[in-house]
């Protein structure tokens, strides 16, 4: 079984500063790609930042600049530094990660986060 765990959502106001965590764990061989999505109020969930197995990332123009997602392979766990916030950051944000499960390059699957809430008002 393979979970993904978040934390670090909250309520903060605008200019300031949130750390996400999402934490994999249970029968994992590798994990490949992770990422950050959210979906604000109303809207379609969307992607904020990916990032390689290998380090090399990638931003939603939305938030280049302000946003940071790192990994800690050793600890199978990505991390979105959130900074500058604005109101319109305002959504749930979702965890993702690309799991291969076993020996076999078939077992390859994405799994999800159940989200947690971030919300930018003063």
């Known amino acids: 079984q393979v979970q993904l765990v978040e934390s670090g959502g909250g309520l903060v106001q605008p200019g300031g500063s949130l750390r996400l965590s999402c934490a994999a764990s249970?029968?994992?061989?590798?994990?490949?790609?992770m990422g950050w999505y959210r979906q604000p109020p109303g809207k379609e969930r969307e992607l904020v930042a990916t990032?390689?197995?290998?380090?090399?990332?990638n931003y939603a123009d939305s938030v280049k600049g302000r946003f940071t997602i790192s990994r800690d392979n050793a600890k199978n766990t990505v991390f979105l530094q959130m900074n500058s916030l604005k109101p319109e950051d305002t959504a749930a944000y979702y965890c993702?990660?690309?799991?291969?499960?076993?020996?076999?390059?078939?077992?390859?699957?994405?799994?999800w986060g159940q989200g947690t809430q971030v919300t930018v008002s003063s």
């Open positions: 993702n990660a690309n799991i291969r499960r076993g020996l076999s390059r078939l077992s390859v699957r994405d799994y």
């Open positions: 990032i390689t197995s290998g380090g090399s990332t």
């Open positions: 249970g029968s994992i061989f590798s994990i490949n790609d």
